[in-house]
């Protein structure tokens, strides 16, 4: 993480700057909460995101082709179809990141992980969390 400082008289302000180019992000919640939070997430480290509220949009907003992620956040436990596994199939090359509460169960992260994430963390997610592997995926 760089930092660039400006000075203005007495006061000096620096500015995290933490991702290089525009990070692309869907992000896949059911929870309207949860959703705003990693959109929060998104932006405070100057990215942009779209919002899917269950699998099945997710694939729509892909499968539609107006769209190109970087990095796909997916919630497990959501009421109609994870996605998860059809976006696999459609050859999403994105980095796809599960967001669970039942991170801490290994038998539930095991099976959350065969799907074809590619990391798995505990909800709530913080930009502690993220901000590794998105300087990963962006370094890379």
Do not use: W, Y
Not at 22 to 43: C, G, P, Q, S, W
Not at 96 to 101: A, R
Not at 114 to 125: D, Q, T, Y
Request: net charge neutral; aromatic share 2%; charged share 30%.
């Amino acid at each position: 993480m760089a930092t660039t400082s400006t000075s203005t008289g007495d006061i000096k302000k620096t500015k995290s700057v933490e991702v290089k180019k525009k990070l692309n992000v869907l992000i896949v919640d059911d929870d309207t909460v949860i959703r705003k939070l990693h959109e929060n997430i998104i932006k405070s480290i100057g990215g942009i995101s779209q919002t899917a509220k269950n699998g099945e949009e997710a694939v729509n907003i892909h499968r539609d082709g107006n769209a190109s992620f970087d990095l796909i956040l997916m919630d497990k436990e959501m009421p109609e179809r994870d996605g998860l596994s059809k976006l696999r199939e459609m050859k999403v090359t994105s980095m796809i990141i599960g967001v669970t509460t039942l991170a801490d169960n290994e038998e539930e992260r095991k099976a959350f992980m065969e799907a074809g994430l590619n990391h798995c963390l505990a909800k709530p997610l913080s930009k502690a969390k993220i901000l590794p592997l998105i300087n990963n995926l962006m370094d890379a």
